[in-house]
């Protein structure tokens, strides 16, 4: 069993920057793909990005360009790179681990806020 615990959310002004990490509790290497993914207030939880074992990676379109993300099997951490953030980023940011279609792992969330 793999526990994943986020850390860097905060309170950041629009066009700010932000890193969350993800550090796991055992060896993310054979999880096929970790990701990020966030739940707004009212809203369902959506996939933010997700990076394979082999260092592919997939972007939501309200994210794509800048945010970034990242893994290091070695060090059993991910990472999410935010710039450019926009109030609508708004949202409980969660690690997640599994297959491509499947969520085996979750974090329990870390608070990002964007607001002036």
């Known amino acids: 069993q793999v526990q994943l615990v986020e850390s860097g959310g905060d309170l950041v002004q629009p066009g700010g920057s932000l890193r969350l990490s993800c550090a796991a509790s055992?060896?993310?290497?054979?999880?096929?793909?970790m990701g990020w993914y966030r739940q707004a207030p009212g809203k369902q939880r959506e996939l933010v990005a997700r990076i394979t074992n082999d260092g592919s990676t997939n972007y939501s379109d309200s994210v794509k360009g800048r945010f970034t993300i990242s893994r290091d099997n070695a060090k059993n951490t991910v990472s999410l790179q935010m710039n450019s953030l926009k109030p609508e980023d708004t949202a409980v940011y969660y690690c997640?681990?599994?297959?491509?279609?499947?969520?085996?792992?979750w974090g329990q969330g870390t608070q990002v806020t964007v607001s002036s």
């Open positions: 997640a681990g599994g297959g491509w279609y499947t969520i085996t792992y």
């Open positions: 055992g060896s993310i290497g054979r999880i096929y793909a």
